[in-house]
Every structure is written in C-alpha cells, then in structure tokens.
C-alpha cells in the first residue's frame, strides 16, 4: 500500500540531498521515479534540483495551476512510474497536495515530500501545512543550531547579518540569506538586532 510522506528539516538539514539520494535508491532497484518541483524555486534554475552538497538532477517543474494528478496521468502514458519525490515542496499549493494524496490513494503511487515546516516567522508554509494534516508518515530531518540545539527556526537575515522580522514569506536564498536556529538563538538574535 502507497503512502504519502512528509520529510520537513530547517534550512541546512540536508533535505534536498536526501531527496536525491532517495531517487538514485529507487534508480538502483530498476525502479522509475517522477521528480518534480514547485516553479516558484528558481534559486538553482528553472528545471534544477540541487544539494548543497553538490548533487544536482533535472526536474519537471509545476506552476501553482498545474493540476499534478493529470501530469502523473500524462507522464504514465509515456513510461511507467514507480514513485514521485517532490523538493521543496512547501511552495506547492494546497490543491496540489490534495492531488498527491489522491495519486497515493487512487493511483498507488508512493508520493515522497520533501521541505520546510515553516517560514522565517516560523509559519507554516501553505503546502506544509497541507501535508502535516494528511501525510501517512510525517518524519522530521534534524539539523543543529550553532549552540548545539536541535534547529528549528528558518531565520532570515539582511545584508549585514541581523534577523529579519518583516517581508514576504517566500524570498530565495541560501546560506548568505538564511540559518538555521534553536528557538532560544532566534528570540535573542531578534533582540540584538533590535538593539543596536
């Protein structure tokens, strides 16, 4: 039985390249498997999905009005699929989440999630949210603070270093725009910054 999985870290736990890690496994075994990503990830290119790390594989890209259960029903006719991996797949809309619940449910296609929990005012991100109510197996991917804690924060900082408290939820970035932090390190280093 198909199941829906929900694999959320803080900003540096890995997650991308877990994903990728996940799909070379799947490769390994002869299995076929559907990578996709949110169009509003553009930070690697378009149709990029990379890892810090620095593994990289091509990706088809869904725009918020993509319907992601007749993309599967499409991809399906020109070759088999085995499972999906989507990364960051916070940006995903909560229809599409819906729809890889249905995949699972109708199709018996494992669908593998892999993002953020939460923004950098540690809201939940849209898509998060959606899998945190309806995923099978919700699994979290441990990153730590510079303190030693458990990450759990997304903070995002300006140019010169300070935690931001305002702005939009989406702004792409990676180590030069975001750390991840325990919940202690973010409410002082929001202090600080208001300090000086």
Not at 152 to 181: C, P, W
């Amino acid at each position: 039985m198909s199941k829906l999985y929900f694999k959320y870290g803080a900003m540096g736990s890995s997650k991308t390249a877990q994903a990728l890690i996940t799909k070379f496994n799947y490769e390994e075994r002869n299995m076929n498997v559907w990578l996709i990503k949110p169009s509003k990830d553009t930070r690697d290119g378009a149709q990029k999905v990379t890892s810090r790390v620095g593994l990289e594989e091509t990706a088809t890209v869904i725009t918020p009005k993509d319907s992601v259960f007749m993309m599967i029903k499409e991809e399906r006719k020109v070759r088999k699929i085995d499972v999906i991996i989507a990364d960051e797949c916070q940006f995903f809309t909560k229809e599409q989440i819906d729809e890889m619940r249905a995949i699972v449910d109708e199709l018996n296609i494992p669908v593998l999630c892999f993002g953020l929990r939460t923004d950098f005012l540690t809201h939940f991100f849209p898509g998060s949210s959606r899998l945190m109510e309806i995923a099978d197996k919700i699994e979290e991917i441990k990153t730590m603070c510079k303190c030693g804690l458990k990450a759990i924060v997304n903070a995002r900082l300006d140019e010169k270093g300070n935690v931001v408290t305002h702005g939009e939820q989406i702004f792409l970035g990676g180590n030069e725009s975001y750390v991840a932090m325990c919940h202690k390190c973010y409410k002082e280093s929001i202090k600080k910054s208001q300090n000086k």
